[in-house]
């Protein structure tokens, strides 16, 4: 049997994706899995639509803190209540391909390894296509994710019978990239599974769509979190946004 995925879900003002994008796990030809959602003090109807969702398939659970905790600690919260051997993450407006979760875990298990990434393509709005499709970048290490953050948060799997314990660090718009850091600093690698299997929906309330901001926290992961030196730092930061430049425009 499949062995059992935990699939993360943040949740903040979301009511008009969600449903596509809870539909798109729905239609996994892999079943074996678990959702878990946790809403981020959303003020519009985001919540009475997951709740009817997990009224109606108890694979999926529903959490409602009491106030707004920060995309990081949301993530952990659905973490920490994850039983799965794998762990996978939907942003609350994306969408994964029907074999997404079948595919990346027999990648996983014939490869033996505990941490891989897809391509994804981007998409508008309303779900159009943007002619855009971003490709994996071969195997990547520790050194190399520092000057190229190719990693879609929606395309990771972690298998965490070889990976082990692992959260997000407290980064507004960078908690993914401070994670998989921390996962590559113990020396295990991304592994590519290049196939497009997301379809990341590209909006103006993206928090990633916030350039600056976006930015901000990428050079804080450098110096805060990984305590790279400032030339070192700045290093990482050309490649980072040169390579973020390229990945949108080539």
């Not at 003090?41 to 639509?49: L, N, Q, R, Y």
């Amino acid at each position: 049997m499949t062995p059992l995925v935990s699939i993360i879900m943040p949740c903040y003002n979301a009511e008009r994706y969600i449903a596509q994008s809870i539909e798109s796990v729905l239609a996994q030809t892999c079943q074996n899995w678990e959702l878990l959602i946790t809403d981020d003090g959303s003020t519009d109807k985001s919540v009475e639509i997951v709740s009817k969702y997990s009224k109606n398939d108890d694979r999926i659970n529903v959490m409602v803190p009491d106030e707004h905790q920060g995309i990081a600690r949301t993530r952990n919260m659905s973490i920490s209540r994850a039983r799965g051997r794998f762990v996978a993450f939907l942003d609350n407006d994306d969408l994964w391909k029907p074999e997404k979760l079948e595919k990346q875990i027999k990648f996983m298990l014939e490869k033996e390894i505990g941490f891989s990434y897809t391509s994804y393509e981007l998409v508008d709005q309303d779900g159009i296509t943007k002619n855009k499709i971003i490709q994996t970048q071969g195997v990547v290490d520790y050194k190399k994710y520092l000057r190229n953050t190719i990693i879609g948060c929606g395309t990771v799997m972690i298998d965490r019978d070889i990976v082990g314990h692992f959260g997000m660090p407290i980064n507004d718009t960078s908690d993914d990239m401070a994670a998989w850091l921390s996962i590559l600093r113990r020396g295990f690698k991304a592994y590519p599974l290049d196939e497009v299997l997301l379809q990341y929906r590209v909006t103006g309330k993206s928090a990633s769509s916030n350039k600056f901001k976006a930015s901000r926290d990428v050079w804080r992961v450098y110096r805060d979190i990984e305590k790279l030196s400032l030339t070192k730092s700045v290093f990482s930061f050309v490649c980072y946004a040169f390579n973020a430049l390229k990945k949108r425009v080539f």
